[in-house]
T-cell receptor, first 114, second 110 residues
Framework: EAGVTQFPSHSVIEKGQTVTLRCDPI?????LYWYRRVMGKEIKFLLH????????ESGMPNNRFLAERTGGTYSTLKVQPAELEDSGVYFC????????????FGNGTRLTVT | GDSVTQMEGPVTLSEEAFLTINCTYT??????LFWYVQYPGEGLQLLLK???ADDKGSNKGFEATYRKETTSFHLEKGSVQVSDSAVYFC?????????WGAGTKLIIKP
């Protein structure tokens, strides 16, 4: 089966610009998660979708971040406007069940805001 | 809140050396514990897990035992290889989320 795919793998943008990250989960996985690792620190949870619904978005840092999962398939994470502190690696993961299934991660998108 | 603390890296070892990467946690309830690995240029992969106290997870020669009395889940391998060079993350479940440590970069020299 195809794994979790993230696009782009790298993005370099200027402060104030907009960037949209995309994640294609494994087919049939209802649960989709976004995580972020900033500046070599710990990976932090951003949000969790179950199909197209946001189950938990408590980790979203502020209203400059908008995540969508239209139709319950792929997801996008938009940062608008980007700030320097948004630089980091954004990981997407998917699973069949929320609690007991293993998470399958994508390779991540490295975002650099200059 | 729940948290994970793991030893800072980088950890540099020679091939065939014994490896320990320490991980301790703070959690309410009874979380599951995980070690994930990120090889250069790749995504995060589940290395091993343990779901209850005294469980031992193992995979690819790596082992970790869920120690509730010391709130620890240290990663060990008896003889490391150059191919084990990667970043290792300790994590625990907190509700539907994973709480992560900061990661430990492991460098194995031939």
């Amino acid at each position: 089966e195809a794994g979790v795919t993230q696009f782009p793998s790298h993005s370099v943008i200027e402060k104030g610009q907009t960037v949209t990250l995309r994640c294609d989960p494994i087919s049939g996985h209802d649960n989709l998660y976004w995580y972020r690792r900033v500046m070599g620190k710990e990976i932090k949870f951003l949000l969790h979708f179950v199909k197209e619904s946001k189950q938990d978005e408590s980790g979203m840092p502020n209203n400059r971040f908008l995540a969508e999962r239209t139709g319950g398939t792929y997801s996008t994470l938009k940062v608008q406007p980007a700030e320097l502190e948004d630089s980091g690696v954004y990981f997407c993961a998917s699973s069949q069940e929320a609690r007991h299934s293993p998470l399958h991660f994508g390779n991540g998108t490295r975002l650099t805001v200059t | 809140g729940d948290s994970v603390t793991q030893m800072e890296g980088p950890v540099t070892l020679s091939e065939e050396a014994f490896l320990t990467i320490n991980c301790t946690y703070t959690a309410t309830g009874y979380p599951s514990l995980f070690w994930y690995v990120q090889y250069p240029g790749e995504g995060l992969q589940l290395l091993l897990k343990a779901t209850k106290a005294d469980d031992k997870g193992s995979n690819k020669g790596f082992e970790a035992t869920y120690r509730k009395e010391t709130t620890s889940f240290h990663l060990e391998k008896g003889s490391v290889q150059v191919s084990d060079s990667a970043v290792y993350f300790c994590a625990l479940t907190s509700g539907y989320q994973l709480i992560w440590g900061a990661g430990t970069k492991l460098i194995i020299k031939p």
